[in-house]
């Protein structure tokens, strides 16, 4: 999510603003027939578990988004609106290569699950710190209800060894969420636990977050390619996984079935 300034538009959700796009009603049918073939066994198992994950994190990413731009729309800027934020359009959330194409090469080459997507929030019409700050972090509480969502068959005990290959895609997706979850909340300049921060600190402390959020990712990236801390994190999302009820052993079969690639 991203701040800027700029003249408020009209009040008021233009007509089919908040109308779902036909881009996510594609990428939800995708995820729905991919989870019924991985569930039947119908097709290639591998390709299905990467088309299941793949749509799985896109949903979560418009839903993410989706909830930054609501949030925004609630605490008075209705240019989110306007810009089509409110549409769960995954093109409309800013630079395609930085908010899509970057988290999605990641996903698929190392089956991580980066932050994706950001909207141009027009802060000048938000009144209130708190109110600030619930925009930032309304994105990654979105996060955490799609892991608790995906998490709960688990905690109920379902038999996951009836149809192993899908509850496995299934896992690997959570965890994916889990992940996203705890990125989405590291206090770094340009990404969103950093921007619920912002409100609270000094001009002068402001101002050198200003400057530096926009190469936010990248210093976000360049942290977690370090050897300690990518182990640090990851001990972390292991640690919070076991404590929630997600099975790991699960989790990385689905990774497995989904890098297909790496099998050949």
């Not at 060894?161 to 496995?168: K, M």
């Not at 705890?182 to 050198?208: F, K, Q, T, Y």
Request: charged share 10%; hydrophobic share 55%; with cysteine.
């Amino acid at each position: 999510m991203t701040y800027r300034s700029g003249r408020r538009l009209a009040i008021g959700v233009p007509r089919g603003a908040s109308r779902p796009s036909p881009l996510f009603l594609c990428i939800l049918a995708v995820f729905v027939i991919t989870a019924w073939t991985t569930w039947s066994g119908y097709g290639s198992v591998r390709l299905n578990v990467f088309l299941f994950v793949v749509a799985g994190w896109l949903l979560s990413l418009c839903l993410h988004e989706f909830a930054h731009a609501l949030t925004a729309y609630r605490s008075g800027d209705a240019s989110v609106a306007q810009k089509g934020y409110l549409s769960l359009n995954p093109l409309k959330y800013t630079h395609w290569l930085l908010s899509l194409a970057l988290p999605l090469f990641f996903l698929i080459v190392g089956g991580i699950g980066l932050p994706g997507g950001a909207v141009w929030i027009d802060r000048t019409w938000i009144r209130g710190r708190l109110k600030d700050s619930l925009i930032s972090l309304a994105g990654p509480a979105t996060n955490m209800l799609f892991t608790a969502v995906l998490v709960l068959p688990f905690a109920f005990g379902v038999n996951t060894f009836a149809h192993p290959d899908f509850w496995s895609a299934w896992a690997f997706l959570a965890f994916l969420q889990l992940m996203a979850s705890l990125l989405n909340l590291v206090p770094i300049p340009g990404v969103d636990g950093g921007n619920a921060l912002r409100p609270w600190l000094s001009h002068d402390w402001r101002r050198g977050f200003d400057a530096v959020a926009p190469y936010g990712m990248l210093l976000f990236l360049a942290l977690l390619w370090q050897p300690r801390i990518n182990a640090i994190f990851f001990d972390v999302v292991d640690g919070l996984a076991n404590l929630i009820g997600l099975p790991l052993d699960f989790a990385d079969f689905g990774r497995s079935l989904f890098m297909f690639w790496q099998s050949w």
